[in-house]
């Protein structure tokens, strides 16, 4: 089973941006374990700051992979693009977000690429990659 994760904007910075929010942890080292949890997966994983690279990641590996993890961060709230690049491609997408987005600020409490993916996930930390995983397979 071949899965791909997929981080939007700033997710580079975790475990160094806003940790009250997000928590101490870098991705590489969640990553890492996450591998080692389930060695029968191809866990693939990218990260861009750009909504157009996250459409072509999207295009890419949306008609070759079992699954598609996506935490599109700030994307998530204004991108028709994304959302049509989901609905774009025959691998089923999970949305993922670390934080509670409905126990923050309003803007955050609208999802533009919800209706276009198989299910969400929030407010677990990075535990929620995982769910997702699991939901996929
Ligand atoms: C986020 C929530 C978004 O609102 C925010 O813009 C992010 C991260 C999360 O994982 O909690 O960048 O997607």
Redesign the pocket.
């Known amino acids: 089973m071949k899965i791909q994760i997929i981080n939007?904007?700033?997710?580079n910075l975790l475990g160094v941006r806003e940790p009250e929010?997000?928590g101490n942890n870098d991705f590489e080292h969640f990553l890492e374990q996450l591998r080692k949890d389930y060695p029968e997966i191809e866990i693939s994983y990218y990260q861009s700051n750009v909504e157009g690279f996250m459409i072509d990641k999207l295009h890419e590996v949306g008609f070759a992979y079992d699954g598609i993890i996506l935490?599109?961060?700030?994307?998530?709230?204004t991108s028709v693009a994304l959302h049509d690049a989901i609905r774009s491609i025959p691998a089923p997408v999970v949305e993922?977000?670390?934080?509670?987005?409905f126990q923050?600020e309003a803007f955050?409490h609208h999802s533009m690429i919800s209706p276009a993916c198989k299910g969400v996930i929030?407010g677990f930390g990075l535990t929620?990659y995982r769910l997702a995983l699991e939901a996929l397979i």
């Open positions: 939007g904007p700033n997710l929010i997000y935490n599109a961060g700030a994307y998530t709230h993922v977000h670390i934080s509670n987005v923050r955050r929030c929620g």
